[in-house]
């Protein structure tokens, strides 16, 4: 027996199976489209609507949006987030909080983590909604076929063989799905479990080296906001760093893909005066950062906590980290390494043994080996901890330069 349906007055729809309506104009009340058999009709109110549209769940949980459920609308206009197909006046699924829609045809096709029976050659990814089907080029020469993953056309080296959803046209090479995993566990978000790899469309942020990107891959939380482009989170191993004047653990990033600016969160830094943020010290840092992955707090690479001394490949003896190095009376400053100007207020290494001095970004390899390694042993400083100790000693011209470059500060 049927279940009973009701139109809008609570009257009973009569159901009718293969019938011709003389009005072509007659549009069903849920998706807005032509009627057609078989449909469900109220004479008394005018009241039509296409069975499968009366017998659509009002809401669904779907694999590829987990973080909330997905509610059966009318959509004027919207982008299906599948198939990437523009549709109008019709039923979606759609998650408004994320501006998330999946068209009713894509929602409802396999969603399940088996293969159904008689699909063995598909499999279930992350990354899209529907089952990949085994797809053999030589077989489907007539599918234009590109790889989401390394948007290569080229058949797979080893054995030419692809999974893909036809009908959005989305395909992976099974080599390229054999090396990215579909869940990885991250140390730089360990609140919910594993990260999960998804395709984004349009651009998305990672939320480590605030890079975007679109038509591409990122592991995201289920959870939450959280989102690593692929190279931040299956690249190196970074570590977590406890800076004290900041509730969260900070994390160094080598390469920020947005400007930093005057973002940087230190305590009674001197990074925001033009007289030092115009240096060739900072436009060569500026896109290196301690940040805060909970929030937006973050530190220029010059103002966060630094190892406190360095072993460099060309130097035999340890450098320190100095806040301030004047180490003559010729107001003319260089860096050892490079050999160009440095600034005697920004932070530098420094071996008093043998006076040799190099820029911090000159030793960044160095600096992120420490940083990158185990810090149980290593003591970092940030900008200010010691400012007016010099760890050298000076005649008395130096210690005249350091009175004046102290009043320059005031």
Known sequence: MENQHFCRQRHILLLIRDSKISNDHLLCEI?????????????????YAHKSCTELPRQINHSIHPRHPLTLL????????????????????????????????????????????????????SSHPHLLRHIERKINKDIKIECFACKSKALDSSSGVYYGCIRCNYFLHKTCIDELPQEILNTLHPHHGPLTLYARLFKC???????????????????CDFRLCVQC?????????????????????EKIYTKLGDRCNAYNTNCNLPIISNCTEFDATISSAFRCLDCDFVLHLLCGPLPSTIKHEFHTDPLVLVELLIDDD???????????????????????????IVHVHCVISEIKNVLSGDLIDVK???????????????????????????????
């Open 31 to 47: 998706c807005n489209s032509l009627v057609a058999a078989p449909y469900y009709v109220c004479d008394s109110c005018k009241y």
């Open 74 to 125: 009318t959509q004027k206009v919207f982008f299906c987030d599948s198939c990437k197909q523009n549709f109008k006046n019709t039923l979606c699924f759609s998650c408004i909080q994320c501006n998330f829609d999946l068209d009713v045809e894509c929602a409802q096709m396999s969603n399940s983590i088996t293969c159904p029976e008689g699909q063995e050659h598909s499999i279930r990814h």
């Open 205 to 223: 942020t990672c939320r480590l080296c605030d890079k975007k990107e679109n038509h591409t891959f990122s592991y995201e939380c289920p959870q």
């Open 233 to 253: 989170c299956l690249g190196e191993v970074r570590r977590t760093i406890r800076y004290e004047d900041h509730e969260h653990l900070l994390c160094f990033v």
């Open 330 to 356: 010729s107001g003319e400053f260089y860096c050892d390494v490079c050999e160009t100007e440095r600034n005697p207020r920004i932070r530098a290494y420094y071996c008093h043994k043998c006076k040799y």
């Open 380 to 410: 970092l400083k940030t900008v200010g901890e010691d400012i007016w100790t010099l760890p050298i000693e000076i005649d008395n011209a130096g210690v005249e330069a350091l009175i004046e470059l102290g009043r320059s500060f005031l």
